[in-house]
């Protein structure tokens, strides 16, 4: 009912690993027959609210989880549930998926196209390069001059989503007349901005869109691009970055409240289970983007996943089961290292974004930072929930951009919002600044 592959069936890996490594490699078997285009199968929901079913069967590779729980994530939606299956050569993978919310147009198609790009086995390097090695991906210009309203800013970042553009930098300003200048710089996750068709439609759409406040739109190659660095004060950074995690729930001060009642996880490792596999047992709040930041946590940490399971109840919690070794095929049986795997899957999970508003000089700042992916890579959709958040507040944005930080442990991506004050929230006020940390994050976690 679920998948058009020939012997393999969802209810064969739900037996821990034996049963999963069993799955995929009776899936191995089978796809040998297989068309390319069923590499991934994707089954829409028939109705609104019914999961999508996302199969992926295909070699196995350090990091594909994380990949595809990205691209996932990137287009909109959530994965509700989710198996995953390797025996070391091939993997088999299935998640069900539903639209973070309904007004998302998910191109089903697109998104096929982007999964098998992410497969060793599909024979289109053209997408494999692009997205794996983000270095390789060429770089637009996007300039947009527009007079001002509230929400102009995630218009066009909807905009760009729904086209498959990703922004990886981005310099916002306001001129004292009331006008916007935007630079976006992009790639195209289709790989083809250098046609001239693929402008034009992108002009268009944003033209459609925004209407009459639209000045000029133009898109250029960008040359010689550049990550740009944030400079931030270092006690700003200090707060913004130092966290402490004591019983399984974030100390700082950049949670209010309302959040930290919510932010608690559980980690046990336990290898009594199975003779060659450590079983990573997860409990915690259901939020946006779980799974990748599971997956993501554990490819830094050099763990590979021989099998999981992804599972919610009733009450808006998660749970999940993985059996992982070692990059050299053993158990995680150094004390130490499953300390140091359990703290930090907990911090990722508790808080796998960093916000705080800032004062710079008259002016109220809201810094937003999420960490960089080992290959370079930021996660998906933090500017569009952000601007979003705003402007379901009302709030205008002065000036914005995006930029990379380095700490001693890692690199961040940082995204600076310069905001306009206004009657209805004072930016000035303790109680309204509380409110806009408090929805920002809310819908960047999808509580």
């Not at 983007?289 to 830094?300: F, N, P, V, W």
Request: charged share 25%; hydrophobic share 40%.
């Amino acid at each position: 009912m679920f998948l058009r592959l020939p012997g393999c069936h969802v209810e064969d890996m739900r037996g821990g690993p034996g049963a999963g490594g069993a799955a995929a490699a009776e899936a191995a078997g089978a796809v040998m027959g297989m068309a390319s285009e069923d590499v991934v199968v994707i089954q829409v929901g028939n109705s609104t609210g019914e999961p999508s079913i996302v199969t992926v069967n295909c070699p196995d590779q350090t990091g594909l989880g994380c990949d595809l729980c990205r691209v996932i994530l990137e287009f909109g939606l959530c994965i509700t549930r989710g198996d995953v299956s390797t025996d070391g050569q091939w993997c088999y993978v299935v998640f069900w998926v539903v639209p973070v919310s309904p007004s998302i147009n998910i191109r089903w198609e697109n998104l096929k196209t982007r999964l098998m790009g992410l497969c060793p086995s599909c024979p289109i390097p053209f997408y494999f390069d692009s997205i794996n090695t983000s270095a390789s991906a060429q770089m637009y210009l996007l300039k947009l001059f527009s007079v001002d309203r509230k929400g102009l800013l995630h218009d066009v970042t909807q905009v760009l989503g729904e086209l498959e553009l990703l922004i990886h930098r981005v310099k916002v300003s306001t001129t004292p007349d009331g006008r916007v200048i935007d630079f976006f710089f992009i790639t195209d996750g289709m790989e083809l901005l250098h046609t001239q068709q693929r402008r034009d439609e992108t002009i268009e759409r944003l033209t459609s869109v925004l209407g009459e406040s639209v000045n000029k739109c133009e898109i250029q190659l960008a040359e010689d691009f550049q990550q740009g660095f944030s400079s931030l004060p270092p006690e700003v950074a200090e707060k913004l970055f130092s966290l402490n995690l004591c019983d399984g729930e974030v100390s700082s001060e950049t949670l209010i409240p309302d959040m930290k009642k919510l932010k608690k996880a559980n980690v046990t490792i336990d290898n009594s289970l199975s003779p060659s596999h450590t079983l990573v047992k997860i409990q915690c709040v259901d939020q946006k983007g779980l799974l990748y930041d599971i997956m993501r946590t554990l490819k830094e940490c050099d763990i590979q996943i021989v099998y999981c399971r992804f599972l919610s109840d009733m009450k808006a919690f998660r749970e999940v089961d993985l059996f992982v070794q070692e990059t050299d095929g053993k158990k995680i049986m150094d004390p130490e290292k499953q300390d140091a795997i359990s703290s930090r899957l907990k911090l990722e999970m508790l808080y796998p974004l960093r916000l705080m508003l800032v004062d710079r000089g008259p002016d109220t700042e809201l810094l937003v930072a999420n960490p960089v992916e080992v290959s370079g890579i930021g996660r998906p959709r933090v500017f569009y929930n952000v601007t979003l958040a705003l402007k379901l507040l009302g709030i205008c944005i002065f000036s914005a951009e995006i930029g990379r930080h380095r700490t001693s442990e890692r690199q961040w991506e940082v995204y600076k919002f310069l905001l306009n004050d206004n009657l209805e929230i004072p930016l000035t006020n303790r109680w309204s600044r509380s409110q806009i940390v408090d929805r920002v994050m809310k819908i960047l976690m999808g509580f």
